[in-house]
């Protein structure tokens, strides 16, 4: 999981739920690491590919509370930090799955002419019956 912003998550529950909850601490900082690690435990243990997304935002995005819209949830630009973090792992653990390392069986969406669609489908004198 991503690091929490705390007093940003109990500002978002108080003002956006009727009636308020409790200001309980549901959610904090430490409990998050906590199961980060466990959960990276658990990966080491069985063999998984993981990513330490809480220790990757806390080391490396001083800034990481501004990556989060209500303390919990990520914003665009987070969603977009947390997209980079995904595919260099997946390109890390899954050379295989790049999509520069994957063949397509028909044609990119951009490549194709509407007003001669079928032609698309035809290459190598091998066509697709439609």
């Known amino acids: 999981p991503p690091p929490i912003d705390h007093d940003k998550w109990q500002r978002f529950r108080m003002d ?8 309980v ?7 998050t690491k906590q199961y980060a ?10 063999q998984t590919a993981t ?9 490396d995005h001083s800034q990481w509370k501004e990556y989060l819209l209500d303390g919990l949830h990520f914003n665009p630009e ?3 930090v947390l997209f ?13 799955l790049r999509r520069t390392a994957l063949t397509t069986q ?6 194709i002419d509407p007003e001669n669609y079928l032609q698309a489908f035809v290459t190598n004198d091998k066509s697709i019956n439609l």
């Open 51 to 59: 990513l330490d997304l809480f220790t990757i935002l806390t080391r």
């Open 16 to 23: 956006t739920f009727v009636p308020p909850p409790p200001p």
């Open 84 to 96: 980079e973090c995904l595919k260099n792992a997946s390109d890390a653990h899954y050379p295989h």
């Open 78 to 80: 987070g969603n977009r």
């Open 25 to 31: 601490r549901n959610r904090d900082l430490e409990h």
């Open 37 to 46: 690690e466990a959960a990276m435990q658990v990966g080491r243990e069985t």
């Open 106 to 111: 028909f044609p990119e969406f951009g490549d």
